[in-house]
């Protein structure tokens, strides 16, 4: 993987490998690499903030759900011939936007869907507040590869998880970095240690964090370098500091 950075670091109990990829994620789609246990993706929200123009498709007309939808097409042609067989996939969104999410990889994809996982958060008084029912929730869609023999530890993971949300104004990430604790709850259920997660919008790093808390190997594609000059340090010093 030539064009990858690439370190190793000390996980809880094992040296894991970190890949970064400074490419499109869609660039998955001609490289040939390990399969992964785990793909985490954290992408497009329909949210049509102009700084983040990689996220400029507007739900609410026809046209933007239709972009929408294809460029999740473009992206499960490149990334799920890299799942496991016994592999997860988890996708973040609002509802609105899990909706057409799960409609695509339910027509068009041989995944198997297996539950719709709400995160609630109530810190985000802000959200929407005073001109529309305030935002307090998003969605976390839960597919596997196959419908059997993929990993699950069993336990009580309830489809209802309750953790505050990281404001932007409170980062020193702007591009909606998600809390640690809400990768753990995933992984916690699903991880594979000695194994792989890819996470498609690796941002500031917190899919990584969370794989080398569970003695995962992580691949991140970030295509914004100060991003991924964020996400080293941030790996490097979490990692010496807190696993
Ligand atoms: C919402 S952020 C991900 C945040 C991440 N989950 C975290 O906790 O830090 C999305 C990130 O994906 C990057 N990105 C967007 N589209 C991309 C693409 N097609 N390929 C690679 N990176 C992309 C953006 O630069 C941004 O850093």
Redesign the pocket.
């Known amino acids: 993987m030539k064009d990858f950075l690439n370190f190793q670091i000390q996980g809880k109990h094992r040296t894991c490998d970190v890949w970064l990829c400074p490419e499109?994620?869609?660039h998955l789609k001609n490289l040939k690499l390990e399969p992964f246990d785990i793909i985490i993706c954290?992408?497009p929200y329909g949210i049509l903030e102009p700084e983040c123009e990689?996220d400029d498709f507007d739900l609410n007309t026809k046209e933007g759900r239709e972009r929408f939808r294809q460029h999740y097409r473009n992206l499960f042609d490149a990334c799920l011939k890299h799942l496991k067989k016994t592999g997860s996939l988890f996708i973040f969104n609002y509802p609105e936007g899990a909706g057409i999410i799960k409609s695509v990889l339910d027509e068009e994809y041989s995944v198997h869907f297996r539950r719709w996982i709400t995160w609630v958060y109530e810190n985000h008084f802000d959200f929407d507040k005073g001109t529309n029912f305030r935002r307090s929730h998003e969605a976390v869609l839960y597919y596997t590869k196959e419908a059997k023999g993929f990993i699950f530890h069993g336990g009580d993971f309830p489809d209802v998880f309750s953790h505050p949300i990281i404001k932007a104004e409170s980062s020193p990430?702007k591009?909606?970095?998600?809390p640690l604790e809400t990768i753990r709850f995933l992984l916690d259920a699903t991880a594979c240690p000695g194994g792989r997660l890819l996470s498609l919008?690796?941002?500031?790093?917190?899919?990584i964090a969370v794989a080398l808390e569970h003695d995962m190997d992580a691949v991140g594609?970030?295509?914004?370098k100060m991003?991924r000059e964020l996400i080293v340090e941030r790996i490097k010093e979490r990692v010496q500091n807190d696993l």
């Open positions: 499109n994620n869609l954290d992408g990689w990430f591009d909606g970095a998600k919008f690796a941002g500031s790093g917190t899919d594609f970030e295509f914004n991003h």
